[in-house]
């Protein structure tokens, strides 16, 4: 009878114990996975941290989240009014950039001087020298009779500065657009993301230029954290590296948005810089554009024209391009004037 009742009595105090047990272990998985959850916060913190100290002066004005922000219309832009430094082994520059988004100087309100827009990528904003010893700081204090506009952004395709061309040109009013060729326009110009980051993308509609459908897409990670920014560029590059490029399709896609940016002129001559001779025959067929070739004037320098690591111009090709182009920008202007 003792032995009856005990065992039951061992039996209920199990079915008691069972649920507390479940519960206990149940704590205790969620108490394991919130300790995993933030050492993973802090590990990824403490990563973040550290390539900041690390890394953060040495990314450049397309992926330095601190002065480089989403656009939902171009894909990136720059933030305004924001100061920071570019540094690599080879160079140590400020970047400043004005309350307009650009970098240099602020632009003046009101100007009667001849307006000269100057639209590119890193090379017409000056990667890797000052912004007086780019080609539009040159241009600029050599003629100060000209009021010289920098609207370029590291990064930016043909199609991209298409796109900033008509966001200025109404209220900018230029008497000429200068805009700067260099080869990876050509996959830039074809593509709908770059260096990690969405971007606008043209395609042929029934024989017309069309923008697609608005798919230009960031994230908080994308816009706040510079170590998930690297790591998407570093997985956008693998991709890029064993993707299939169709060259002639690239080049006529560049051309038919250079044909746009001269027809959105509607008459103010547009200026092609370039190291590519293929813009020469384009210019000469093609009304109211203009190349200028600037493989000669780097050429005869007598000094390094280019940065020998990271391949941009230097301030000594900077002011070998400022020379040829002002030579040609005299000349269009003054037959504007006629």
């Known amino acids: 009878m003792l032995d009856a009742v005990g065992g039951s009595g061992t039996r209920a105090q199990r079915a008691i114990a069972t649920p507390a047990v479940s519960a206990l272990l149940n704590n205790r998985v969620w108490f394991r996975a919130l300790a995993v959850a933030i050492g993973a916060c802090a590990a990824a913190a403490l990563g973040e941290v550290i390539y900041r100290i690390t890394r953060a002066a040495g990314l450049g004005p397309t992926t330095n989240s601190s002065y480089v922000q989403f656009d939902e219309s171009l894909g990136w832009s720059y933030r305004p009014s924001v100061r920071a430094r570019h ?3 080879e160079f140590d520059v400020a970047i400043e950039i004005h309350s307009r988004g650009f970098r240099g100087p602020a632009w003046p309100k009101d100007s009667e001087r001849p307006r000269i827009l100057v639209l590119g990528d890193s090379y017409a904003f000056g990667w890797g020298v000052e912004f007086e010893q780019s080609f539009s700081g040159l241009l600029q204090a050599a003629h100060p009779e000209w009021d010289v506009r920098n609207a370029a952004v590291a990064g930016y395709g043909a199609d991209q500065e298409l796109l900033v061309l008509r966001r200025l040109r109404e209220s900018l009013r230029p008497a000429v657009v200068v805009c700067n060729f260099c080869d990876n326009d050509l996959w830039e110009s074809s593509a709908d993301e770059a260096y990690g980051r969405s971007k606008p993308q043209f395609v042929s ?21 510079m170590l998930y920014a690297a790591i998407r560029k570093q997985a956008w590059q693998t991709r890029f590296e064993s993707a299939t490029r169709d060259r002639a399709s690239e080049w006529q896609m560049v051309e038919r948005l250079y044909c746009a ?48 690591l990271d391949g941009h111009w230097n301030a000594a090709g900077h002011a070998a391009v400022a020379a040829r182009l002002g030579e040609q920008l005299t000349s269009v202007i003054a037959a504007q004037s006629k």
């Open 87 to 89: 540094q690599t082994a």
């Open 205 to 225: 509609l029934r024989g017309d230029l069309a923008l697609r459908a608005s798919h230009v897409d960031s994230s908080w990670l994308q816009e706040n954290s």
């Open 261 to 308: 940016m001269r027809d959105e002129l509607q008459g103010v001559p547009l200026v092609l810089v370039s190291e590519e001779p293929q813009w020469s025959a384009f210019a000469l067929r093609e009304r109211g554009v203009v190349h200028v070739d600037v493989r000669e004037a780097l050429g005869t320098v007598g000094v390094p024209t280019r940065f020998v």
